[in-house]
């Protein structure tokens, strides 16, 4: 069954995990001098007068960590749980790689079940009962260790594509220790004056029996137990790394290596609360007290951390491995503060009012209406463009025109009836609705008012309202309702009457669009709508 005291711990750790924390995005540091250091000025110079595009690297704070935890020995003894305390600085090399100098120190305990005699091990500190069973010892430690560090630390989560500065620090870690352990061992119940009989021990049961029968004989070491009256120096063979020093013959002095790795969870630009995993490998089989020449014995450590940022945050970024190098380069995409951007150019090389990157004329004469493609308006479709018609409605069968627009039709001498006169109308605006809509706009409306104002004032034309939208049903029904529209306005609102109104729609064309065409010609007055389903109100 799973302890009150681990389910306190996992809940703890997930309450942190699943809390909300705002995932910063901004990357004003970059232009900020004040978080530069003097050494890094004049690479903040270079970027900012656009000699080099990469900013410089900011001040960070560094970290001041403080630990405690489980401690244990793996090594020839069965271990049992020891406690251990670790405080530590560590700084910022980039957003990546950190480095952390720090102590940790801890007292570690191992007892083992096997009965051991004087052919398999060192005799020197053990005095035992000589009885029945011809003697012999049960191993068993109490170490004292200590540590000084420097360790390489690699974020795995700082860098990311796809949010912010990271809430959750996972990391790993390699370094180097150099190791002070003083190894002790238990043998008599009060001193040494009364040794323990190792040899009345039942060795036939399970191991956790035999462990309390050798606690119940005196060998006890108790999780806070320091009381030295029990203890003897441990026998230390000194056959690996002799140089790096015993002392008093259980004092082991050793280089190690540190591997390790850990999760630190950000609370604030201060705080962040931490579980670490750390072993220390010595190169040397003696610091659980037998020296078996198998196997080295490693130092396991999980602790608990608590990490607090030091610096002054008004020149200084909280340390770099809560920062994402990436913010800089997506803030810049999205609003460009470095970039060189090219000036907008619009040019329109015909004056036309379209410019040419959409203008399907480039060279529109001068002074010639055009549509919303920069294409001269040709009302009667002749090849001669309504600036230079000078017959605006030529009538297809008197197709082909000369230069100036006019057709090849003779004239009507039938019952000597003139030709028809052209309209003096020049030219009428165009009327646009919004996209979907058959409401006249107030902009709509101020056209019509002036072009009903010309057609009352020219009682021989009339007015072609063409529509366009043919694509598919919904489409001409809304050229339909656009042309109507038009038409119910002027013959409604402004008095023009219902005969001098032609009524046209579903033309090739944009769909919002609807051109007055004054003319002479005749045309139906009334169409009726192509889809009423579809009709808007």
């Not at 924390?21 to 007068?49: C, L, R």
């Not at 003897?232 to 140089?243: C, D, F, L, T, W």
Request: net charge negative; charged share 20%; glycine share 10%.
């Amino acid at each position: 069954m799973v302890s009150k005291k681990f389910k306190l711990i996992l809940a703890l750790l997930g309450l942190i995990q699943t809390a909300s924390f705002g995932q910063a995005t901004d990357a004003n540091w970059v232009y900020d001098s004040s978080k530069i250091s003097t050494k890094n000025m004049p690479h903040y110079s270079e970027f900012t007068n656009y000699q080099t595009p990469y900013p410089a690297k900011p001040r960070s704070m560094w970290e001041l960590g403080i630990g405690g935890g489980l401690s244990m020995i793996i090594g020839d003894i069965d271990p049992q749980p020891g406690i251990g305390g670790s405080l530590s600085a560590r700084k910022a090399l980039g957003h990546v790689v950190s480095v952390r100098a720090g102590w940790a120190g801890s007292l570690n305990y191992g007892l083992d079940y096997r009965l051991r005699h004087v052919s398999f091990g060192e005799p020197d500190p053990w005095q035992h009962y000589e009885g029945p069973n011809g003697g012999g010892y049960v191993a068993n430690y109490r170490t004292q260790m200590h540590q000084l560090s420097l360790d390489a630390l690699f974020s795995l989560n700082t860098i990311n594509h796809y949010r912010g500065n990271p809430k959750v620090d996972w990391y790993t870690l390699v370094g180097y220790s150099i190791t002070y352990a003083d190894v002790d061992v238990i043998n008599g119940v009060k001193g040494f004056s009364t040794p323990v009989n190792f040899g009345a021990i039942n060795y036939e049961g399970s191991r956790s029996d035999i462990k309390d029968d050798l606690k119940s004989a005196g060998i006890d070491h108790g999780l806070f137990e320091f009381s030295n009256d029990k203890y003897k120096n441990a026998p230390v063979k000194n056959e690996s790394r002799g140089s790096v020093g015993v002392h008093d013959g259980n004092e082991l002095t050793r280089h190690a290596v540190n591997v390790g790795t850990g999760v630190a969870f950000k609370l604030s630009n201060k705080i962040n609360l931490g579980i670490e995993e750390r072993i220390t490998i010595p190169f040397d089989d003696n610091w659980d007290g037998v020296w078996a020449g198998k196997s080295n014995d490693i130092l396991t450590s999980t602790q608990f951390r608590v990490n607090i940022n030091m610096g002054n945050p008004a020149s200084h970024l909280e340390p770099l491995w809560w920062v994402n190098p990436f913010n800089y380069l997506y803030n810049e995409v999205a609003t460009p503060r470095h970039m060189k951007l090219p000036p907008v150019v619009l040019p329109d090389a015909d004056g036309d009012g379209v410019t040419d990157q959409f203008d399907m004329e480039p060279n529109t004469p001068a002074g010639c209406a055009v549509d919303s493609h920069g294409v001269s308006l040709d009302t009667d479709g002749d090849g001669v463009p309504d600036c230079r018609d000078k017959e605006k409605l030529t009538p297809q069968n008197c197709f082909p025109v000369n230069a100036d627009g006019v057709g090849a039709c003779p004239p009507d001498t039938c019952c000597n009836r003139p030709l028809p006169q052209a309209c003096n109308i020049g030219s009428l605006p165009s009327v646009q609705f919004k996209a979907g809509s058959a409401s006249l706009s107030s902009t709509a409306k101020s056209l019509l008012d002036n072009v009903a104002s010309q057609l009352q004032a020219n009682p021989d034309c009339k007015v072609k309202l063409v529509g366009y939208g043919a694509s598919d049903k919904r489409s001409q029904q809304l050229s339909w309702d656009h042309v109507n529209a038009i038409k119910t306005y002027l013959t409604e609102q402004k008095g023009i009457s219902e005969s001098r109104v032609i009524f046209t729609y579903g033309q090739q064309g944009t769909g919002t669009t609807v051109d007055l065409v004054p003319t002479t010609e005749e045309g139906p007055n009334t169409v009726p709508a192509p889809h009423p389903n579809l009709r808007k109100g």
